[in-house]
């Protein structure tokens, strides 16, 4: 067990530094440059003399491999630099932004794996055999919708046309209740469509016709036997998905105008502000590898044939 765990965190750590280093590459060749856009306002009335002062000490001049090592070593540290056109720590941007999207993308993964579960259930109801093919057709419709564009329509229909949200000061749930459906809606998707294709290929099992042998009602297997077998590709979907809900966040806060990452982000990119950027993106795998560590640790709970054997191999 202590075997796996690590071989899990060393492959986690991997991708983390693959993260940063792709990130850092690609930042460092986009057009632009964050203190020039900042500091060349004739406003401010700097000489090219104190310009160039200023980027020796952002290090913008330095040599790509030297800045790529400070930043990388700085960030282990927990140090994200600073923000050239806020001029605060990074951290600090963060830490006041984050708590604004994660009450946005909690409640929208919740959202979204009560949807999945509501339309599995319904689609295996012996009542509802003849809404069956459509139920299993809404993932794909809710799969090609795009996040902008939900988004756009709840405020349209809910709040425009029914009046039922409104969008000018509204209360701090009112305010969530559209953004955290246009994130759910696309999320619940391939986790209705996996859940669905799971729940047939786990009810031909041997084990489940044992259970209607005895006796079982239809809802008692699916509840007791079929389900629980079900959930294990679920979590390790669930775990995929959270880039997809962070970036589906990050637009929604763009479209219904929340403060959190998507803001900050939406500035950094306006602004080239590089260091912030890399935060935003090093934040996000750090949350893609602590969620698909915690499903890989959860799946042995699950499903005790994935648990090592004691003095086995």
């Known amino acids: 067990m202590q075997h796996s765990l690590l071989h899990r965190l060393g492959q986690s750590l991997l ?45 913008a001049d330095n040599p790509i491999w030297q800045q790529y090592g400070h930043t990388l ?14 001029g605060v720590p990074v951290s600090e941007l963060i830490a006041s932004n984050l708590p604004a999207t994660l009450s946005l993308a909690l409640p929208g993964f919740l959202l979204a794996a009560l949807l999945a579960f509501a339309l599995a259930a319904l689609s295996r109801l012996p009542g509802l055999r003849l809404l069956r093919t459509f139920l299993q057709s809404i993932p794909a419709l809710f799969v090609s919708l795009p ?63 044992v259970a209607r042998a005895k006796g079982a009602s239809e809802n008692r297997v699916l509840w007791r036997h079929v389900l629980r077998n079900a959930l294990l590709p679920v979590l390790n979907v669930a775990g995929l998905l959270l ?12 479209v219904f105008g929340l403060s959190g990452l998507g803001q900050l982000t939406q500035q950094a990119v306006n602004n080239q502000d590089v260091a912030v950027l890399q935060a935003v993106v090093m934040i996000s795998a750090l949350g893609f590898v ?13 499903d005790p044939r994935l648990q090592p054997i004691a003095g086995g191999h």
Do not use: C, H
Request: hydrophobic share 60%.
């Open 73 to 86: 070593f700085a960030m282990l540290r927990g140090d994200f630099g600073y923000s050239v056109q806020a």
């Open 243 to 254: 880039g997809e809900l962070i970036a589906g966040a990050l637009i929604t806060e763009t």
């Open 290 to 302: 602590l969620i698909n560590l915690l499903v890989d640790l959860l799946m042995p709970l699950l």
């Open 147 to 209: 996040t902008f564009w939900l988004g756009i329509a709840l405020i349209q229909v809910f709040s425009f046309q029914l009046r039922w949200i409104p969008v000018i000061n509204p209360s701090a749930l009112q305010g969530l209740i559209l953004p955290v459906i246009t994130v759910a809606v696309p999320i619940s998707a391939p986790l209705a469509q996996i859940l669905l294709r799971s729940i047939d290929d786990v009810s031909t099992q041997p084990f489940v016709a």
């Open 15 to 59: 991708v983390l530094w693959a993260a940063f280093t792709l990130s850092f590459l690609l930042l460092q060749v986009l057009p632009g440059d964050a203190i020039l856009i900042k500091f060349q306002n004739p406003d401010l009335g700097l000489s090219p003399t104190q310009i160039a002062e200023m980027r020796l000490a952002y290090g």
